[in-house]
């Protein structure tokens, strides 16, 4: 880590996951002295054990018409997609009732057009970030298929990939298990249909990029320390950060890339933005598990198979279970029971464990833009489990807000008082 020097920073980012690390360079790039500070250092949170994939065609919002329909289904599962400990049902009762209401025909309308304004601008930002930063080696476009178990659940999807249509997002429907396994052999036969998008990119690993990133911003001469944000206010002189080691850190604007603890640090702001957190399980078995050729989403099922420098990670689904429950790690065995049955020459042995934390609001989109009445702090927060694939576009916008400059995409739909 890098000493706090005397100099004042033009921006203090606090958060140092890939959305916050981003935005940091991205910064940097523009000419701003940039100081980070995370409470534990670089990719201590979701950044350092995500699945790993620039999802850029997962457009359709978290709350949809057909996830109204499944979940008191899921609800009765409590390995299944979607789940909600007894223990916090009743205090994720408030964001649950949002979340019923942008399922709505028209909120989900609009959720897939933001989503998706998002989602081409970030693609583009990618490519330029990997440029300017000279990682683009780290990344891989190995493809994704989404798997069907029949027919009937294909069709049941299809409204979601004219959607993708719409939106100009390349894929093609593979008819028939014998057309799977020319993509990916060794896939049980219980998969009939399947859905390539060839387009959806993914990165070696999550924790390497994240550190690499990192390292890019130090060696340009960027400032990182280790400091619990507990508050945030401002004055004439500038924005103030109080820490939990009783400093208070003072620079000219402070961006919030803080993840699924936002939410405290907004609130000392005075912006009561329903933030809440899904948290996700994996396993990460070693490489020579399966030889997988393309990124696997098993639709129906919650979660994905992704190839890493690491080894192969098995992970996903949502559970709606806060900051403070201890993990569930039946959760992350039942993923593995699951696809050893979806893969059945896949070598479950030697995997290791892992639960993160994602931040996560009502209608599935972030919140991009500047604090309510308090121009000198910027919030980047509330991406769900497309943190890494928003993180450049992310980045990018909230350096044109921090230097004034008109966004690059109506921001209209990400503002921070949108609730």
């Known amino acids: ?122 693609k583009r930002a990618l490519l330029q970030f990997l440029n300017d930063t000279g990682l683009g080696q780290m990344l891989r476009r190995e493809g994704n298929l989404h798997l069907y178990e029949s027919r009937q659940e294909l069709e049941a999807s299809r409204d979601q990939w004219k959607a993708r249509e719409k939106q100009l997002i390349p894929f093609e429907f593979i008819e028939g298990p014998d057309a799977i396994a020319e993509i990916q052999p060794g896939l049980s036969p219980r998969f009939t249909d399947a859905v390539n998008t060839p387009e959806w990119y993914s990165i070696e690993d999550p924790l390497l990029y994240t550190e690499a990133v990192a390292e890019k911003f130090l060696d340009r001469g960027g400032t990182l320390d280790v400091a619990e944000a507990v508050s945030v206010s401002t004055a004439n002189d500038g924005a103030h950060i109080h820490c939990a080691d009783g400093r208070t850190l003072t620079t000219g604007r402070v961006v919030i890339c803080t993840g699924a603890w936002s939410k405290s640090l907004a609130r000392s702001l005075g912006d009561r933005i329903p933030l809440e957190t899904e948290r996700g399980y994996n396993t990460t078995l070693p490489e020579t598990a399966f030889d997988l050729k393309t990124q696997l989403t098993f639709s129906g099922h919650g979660f994905v198979v992704t190839k890493l420098a690491s080894g192969l990670r098995v992970g996903g689904a949502v559970e709606l279970g806060g900051l403070s429950l201890p993990a569930n790690m039946n959760r992350a065995d039942a993923l593995l029971a699951k696809v050893k049955t979806f893969i059945p020459d896949l070598d479950t042995n030697g995997g290791t464990q892992w639960m993160g934390f994602r931040p996560s609001l009502p209608d599935s989109l972030p919140v991009i833009g500047m604090a309510r009445g308090a121009h000198r702090v910027i919030y980047g927060f509330g991406h769900g489990h497309l943190g890494l694939t928003q993180s450049a576009g992310t980045a990018q916008l909230i350096a044109e807000l921090v230097l004034g400059e008109p966004p690059s995409i109506d921001l209209t739909p990400f503002r921070p008082d949108r609730f």
Do not use: C
């Open 1 to 122: 880590m890098t000493e706090l020097g005397e100099t004042r920073p033009d921006v203090i980012v606090i958060g140092a996951g890939i959305v916050g690390l981003s935005t940091a360079f991205r910064l940097q790039a523009r000419g701003q002295r940039v100081l980070v500070i995370d409470r534990e250092g670089p990719a201590a949170g979701a950044s350092r054990g995500n699945a790993g994939a620039f999802a850029f065609s997962d457009i359709i919002p978290l709350a949809s018409p057909g996830i109204i329909r499944s979940a008191p289904r899921w609800l009765t599962d409590p390995t299944g997609p979607l789940s909600i400990p007894p223990a916090y049902a009743l205090k994720i009762l408030p964001w649950l009732l949002r979340f019923h209401r942008a399922s709505r025909a028209a909120e989900f309308t609009r959720g897939i057009a933001a989503q998706s304004a998002l989602m081409h601008h970030s």
